[in-house]
Every structure is written in structure tokens, then in C-alpha cells.
């Protein structure tokens, strides 16, 4: 097997896939028909970059086809290229151009379905379980409680579970920081895996019920029920009998085929390494194409991890509306840095930087490929819930739980999280858990629920694409479960950019 692998052939550098050595001479292959050795110079790890070409210093050094960032020094064939001699290249608020491109691929609609509950609005949802929805973080513990002694009581009822999501906001909130919480937690509300809401309030926290209810807008009164803890005298005895009652309107709703048209399913990336962009991220990108062109959609956000490949959304606009959405999109989340006198493109963690990655355009070149092909059809604010078919871009920041609870909240039935260093959290929906390597995937079997790793291992993409997608129905189904549900690992964090009182 090799032990490199080239990205694009315009690129600078190529991709180790083992350890390699100062003094080793490795054989490489450029444009499938350039055959050669190099010297090389450092000891490189695995999954970081080999330059193949020579670069001066304050030359773009190119990987994906684009320019991951700027030389910082002259370099020679050979050399390790990371933090140490690269800089990112991007400076400041940008101007864009709508510059529109054909979308690539495409295929007939197929039949495809899975097993879901159609609920009464005619929205789907794949799971069919109980939430309890706190208006303000001084009551977590109680409806927590509320929520065990609830599946105690119900457990053997027709349903998938009784869930609590605990969070610190609702209250001493102003402005923005108190609506951003409220569209969230009214848009969770509304989110078809649930049969059933239980919303909690305490009685005097500034997102008090009456006004709650303004933001959740019209809902059926036999789905969502509402308590204020203050004016009863047994919170937990009134909860547990409302809940009872959502338990048997839950029982109404059985399986029944539904087409891939109305599956949501949401893309993220955490703890990335330098072969996310490699396998996970293209992987999950195919598997993107094939639920659009079944009429489902998909739904992208990580806002500052677009930055340096957002003439690629950008491009792929379905019309000029659209195209001044992500224009807005991107440079108000600039914005909301420099607000905060922070670097706008100071963004790889320092596991990204382990795993291989140097630069933020060089993060966002991978990460924007679990968006596939596609056509952008809509960009919608924080918190929003998405309406279009298709490819969707919702706003929020990068930060795993933060963003997985966004598009949770947007409608996603399922988010398929790659990673290349893993971690245990799941979000409100099953959080299906990629791991781009082997290592990851054969070491944390309790976090990792599919190994894209086996594209550099001899499988091809058509193979792991149709293998992934019918796994991604399984889990929509209710056959499988992702680990985080096996585990309980079910969390939410909310969006925060104000004074608290």
C-alpha cells in the first residue's frame, strides 16, 4: 500500500498515511503518470503533508486543488509543511462575486424509504419519544427527575424514551441571547422525533410560558403540554400526569414507510485530522448528493469553518438570492469576531493541529465537502427550522454541541458527526458518529458507529457510499442505534453572545 496519497494534481503536497522518517526516499506518484523519489527531510506523523514541489516563501501552498494558506519561508521537496513554516492566507472582511457554476452529478429520483411516524402536520420523525422542554436552567434537576421517575412509570408503553435537555439560559437573558433561546428551545419543541412535549416552566424566569407559547406559534394541544412549577403543589406528581397523557397520545403513531423525501439529516465534523478531508467528509458529502437527489435534504453549518472555501458554497448558489444569503451569512459571522476583538481566522484546535491540520482554509476545505455537490437552496438564521428541500446552510459557530443542537432544532432527524479523533456526545437526535480512520474506529467502539477510514484501505467510494446511506435508513428506521443513544449521551447547548443580568 501506499504510503501517500495526492488530493488533486495541481496540489504541493501529498498526504502520509503511515509515520514516515528524516532520510526515508519515498517513491510518489503525481498525475498518475509522473513517477518519482524524494528525500525526505523531517519526521512527518501520520496524516500530515509532504511537500512534493518547491514553494517560496509568501507562496500559496496548494492541497484539495486551493490554497491552504501561505508559505512562511522558502521550502524544499521533503519537507514536513505544518504551523512551523505555513500561515493562512486570508486578511480581513471580503468582497464576493456571484460567479454561479453548473452543479455536478445527478441521478433519476429513486424509491427509496424507511420505517418512520408520520405525525399529524405531515412531518416525519423517526423516533418516537417524550420530551421535556425547560423554559430556564434553574429547574434541569427537576424535570431530570421528572424524566426518570416518567420512564420508570413508562417504560413499557409505546414509546422510544422520555428525554430532558438540561441548559443554563432562559432567564437574566436580554435582547438577541433571550430570543436566540427561545427559537431554539420552540424550534426543539416542534421537532417530529418527538410524539410528545412536556414544557416546564418555574414562574418568574424572563421566558415565561405565555410568552414562550407566542414563539412556538400554533401546535396541537393532545402533543405539547405546559406546567409552571410555582402554582402547583406537587410538580412532580402534575408532570408525571401529564406526561402519562402525552404517553398515550405517542401510542397512536406507528411505523410505516416513508420516503427518503422527508428525511432531514444534518452535517458535522469534530476533532478533525488531516484525513477528514480525505474519507469521512467526501463520504458523508456523496451520501449528501444521494439523500437531495431522493428530494430529502441536508443541512450544513459550522459558519466559521466555511471561511476560506465559501466561494464554493457561494458558487453553488441556486439563484442570486441565495448566493446574498451566504454572503451574509459568512461576513456577519466576521462580523460577530471582530465585535469581540478576536482573529477572524484563528480556528484550528489544537487536536485539529495534532490530527494535521494547519490553517482554517485548510479546515474548511475539508469540512465544506460534507455538503456534496448540491446546489444551495437556503441559508436560515439561528435557531430557525429549515423549510426548503435540498442543501441548506443554517447559522451557528463550530463548537460540537452548540452546533449539533442547531441542526437539531433546523428539523435534522439524524446528524452524521465525522471525526478524526472522536468524542462520546450526542445531540438531541441520533448523533451517528464516522470515524475517518481505522484506528479510531477499531479503538473507541463504544463512541464510533462507522469506520470511512476503509476508503484508504481498499474500499471504494460507490461502495462505502451505498453501504453508509442504507445504514443511515437502518438508524432511521429504529433497527440500529447510534452509540450515543445506547448510552443516553443526549445534550443540548444554546448560543451565547450577550450580557447576562
Given amino acids: 500500500m501506499s504510503k501517500v496519497v495526492q488530493l488533486h494534481s495541481k496540489d504541493d503536497v501529498v498526504i502520509s498515511l503511515h509515520e514516515v522518517h528524516k532520510g526515508e526516499k519515498l517513491q510518489i506518484q503525481i498525475d498518475e503518470k509522473d513517477l518519482f523519489h524524494i528525500n525526505i527531510l523531517d519526521d512527518i506523523p501520520k496524516g500530515h503533508k509532504i511537500l512534493v514541489r518547491p514553494v517560496k516563501k509568501g507562496e500559496d501552498v496548494l492541497k484539495f486543488g486551493y490554497s491552504i494558506g501561505k508559505a512562511k519561508r522558502d521550502l524544499s ?162 408532570g408525571l400526569g401529564l406526561i402519562e397523557e ?48 431522493d428530494g430529502g435534504t441536508t443541512i450544513l453549518t459550522e459558519v466559521p469553518e466555511m471561511f476560506g472555501a465559501e466561494t464554493i458554497l457561494m458558487s453553488r448558489a441556486e439563484n442570486e438570492e441565495t448566493f446574498d444569503k451566504i454572503v451574509h451569512l459568512v461576513n456577519d459571522f466576521k462580523q460577530y469576531f471582530i465585535r469581540h476583538d478576536q482573529e477572524i481566522y484563528e480556528n484550528p484546535s489544537p487536536g485539529n493541529k495534532a490530527g494535521g491540520i494547519s490553517t482554517l482554509e485548510e479546515k474548511s476545505l475539508g469540512c465544506t465537502q460534507k455538503g456534496g455537490h448540491a446546489l444551495v437552496v437556503d441559508v436560515s438564521s439561528y435557531g430557525e ?69 476503509q476508503l484508504i484501505e481498499g474500499k471504494s467510494m460507490d461502495e462505502l457510499k451505498a453501504d453508509l446511506f442504507q445504514y443511515i435508513l437502518a438508524i432511521a428506521s429504529g433497527e440500529k442505534k447510534t452509540n450515543n443513544e445506547r448510552f443516553g449521551f443526549k445534550e443540548i447547548s444554546i448560543f451565547k453572545d450577550g450580557v447576562i443580568l
Fill in 77 to 238: 521537496v521533503g519537507e514536513w509543511v505544518h504551523t512551523h513554516n505555513l500561515e493562512t492566507g486570508l486578511k480581513g472582511i471580503l468582497d464576493y462575486t456571484y460567479e454561479p457554476v453548473s452543479p455536478q452529478g445527478g441521478r433519476e429520483k429513486s424509491e427509496h424509504t424507511f420505517q418512520g411516524y408520520i405525525r399529524e402536520n405531515g412531518e416525519a420523525g423517526i423516533r418516537n419519544e417524550i420530551w421535556i422542554i425547560n423554559t430556564v436552567g434553574c429547574i434541569n434537576k427537576t424535570c431530570e427527575l421528572l424524566a426518570k421517575m416518567a420512564h420508570e412509570s413508562f417504560k413499557d408503553r409505546g414509546i422510544d424514551g422520555i428525554y430532558h435537555f438540561p441548559h443554563p439560559f432562559g432567564c437574566s437573558q436580554l435582547g438577541d441571547d433571550l430570543s436566540n433561546t427561545q427559537k431554539l428551545l420552540a424550534s426543539l419543541v416542534h421537532h417530529p422525533n418527538a410524539a410528545g412535549v412536556l414544557v416546564v416552566g418555574l414562574g418568574c424566569e424572563n421566558n415565561q410560558i405565555e410568552y414562550f407559547k407566542e414563539v412556538i406559534g400554533v401546535y396541537p394541544p393532545d402533543r405539547i403540554k405546559f406546567m409552571k412549577s410555582q402554582e402547583v403543589e406537587d410538580e412532580l406528581n402534575v
Fill in 246 to 293: 402525552l404517553v398515550g397520545y405517542a401510542e397512536r403513531f406507528k411505523r410505516q414507510p416513508v420516503p427518503v423525501s422527508k428525511l432531514k439529516v444534518g452535517l458535522k465534523c469534530g476533532g478533525s485530522d488531516g484525513f477528514s478531508g480525505i474519507t469521512a467528509n467526501p463520504l458523508v458529502g456523496a451520501v449528501s448528493d444521494l439523500i437531495v437527489a
Fill in 385 to 453: 427550522r429549515v423549510v426548503k428541500p435540498g442543501l441548506n446552510l443554517i447559522n451557528a459557530p463550530g463548537n460540537d454541541l452548540v452546533s449539533v443542537t442547531a441542526l437539531a432544532a433546523a428539523g435534522a432527524h439524524i446528524v452524521l458527526f465525522t471525526t478524526g479523533r472522536g468524542t462520546p456526545f450526542g445531540g438531541p437526535v441520533p448523533t451517528m458518529k464516522i470515524a475517518t480512520n481505522s484506528d479510531l474506529a477499531n479503538r473507541k467502539r463504544n463512541w464510533i458507529d462507522y469506520n470511512a477510514g
